[in-house]
C-alpha cells in the first residue's frame, strides 16, 4: 500500500501498476468489480485525467498479517472529464472535492491481490454539484 500510495503520488503509472499482481481483483463502490493490473490502474487513472492535482491525505494506517488498511481524504480540484457510472463522460466542473475514503488491500507476494475501495459516492457527487441533477428527474 506504501507504493500504491508514493506511485499516485507521483502519478507513476508503471509503479502504480507494478503495485498489483497481475490477476488483481478491486471492488469500488462505483464500477463494481475490476478485475486484473490494466483495469485497476486504468480506473486510477481515470482520477489522475479528472483531478491532475488529486492528492491523497492519509489520517489512518493499519496491518495485520497480508491485510493492509488505509482511510484518508482524496482531495483535488475537477479540471478534467469524469467518466461517470453509466459510462457517460462528465465536463470539469471546475470544483474542489474533499472525500472521505478507507482502502482495504490483501498482499500476496509483495503485490496487491484484492482491493476494496471505499468512498461516499453522495459526498462525491454533492460536491461535483451534480445532486441536484440527479434527484430531480
Known amino acids: 500500500m506504501?507504493?500504491?500510495?508514493?506511485?499516485?503520488e507521483t502519478k507513476d503509472k508503471e509503479a502504480l501498476a507494478r503495485s498489483y499482481a497481475t490477476d488483481a481483483v478491486a471492488y469500488t463502490p462505483d464500477q463494481g468489480e475490476l478485475r486484473g493490473r490494466d483495469a485497476i490502474t486504468g480506473y486510477l487513472m481515470e482520477f489522475w485525467e479528472a483531478m491532475p492535482d488529486v492528492r491523497y491525505n492519509q489520517t489512518g494506517r493499519y496491518e495485520s498479517g497480508n491485510v493492509a488498511i488505509d482511510e484518508g481524504i482524496v482531495?483535488?480540484?475537477?479540471?478534467?472529464?469524469?467518466?461517470?457510472?453509466?459510462?457517460?463522460?462528465?465536463?470539469?466542473?471546475?470544483?474542489q472535492l474533499s472525500v472521505h475514503s478507507c482502502d482495504v488491500a490483501t498482499v500476496e507476494n509483495g503485490e496487491i491481490a484484492s482491493h476494496h475501495f471505499y468512498f461516499d459516492q453522495v459526498e462525491f457527487l454533492a460536491q461535483l454539484g451534480l445532486m441536484r441533477e440527479l434527484t430531480s428527474h
Do not use: Q, S
Open 75 to 95: 482531495v483535488g480540484t475537477n479540471t478534467g472529464p469524469l467518466r461517470m457510472p453509466t459510462g457517460e463522460t462528465l465536463p470539469a466542473t471546475g470544483k
Open 2 to 8: 506504501d507504493r500504491l500510495n508514493k506511485a499516485m
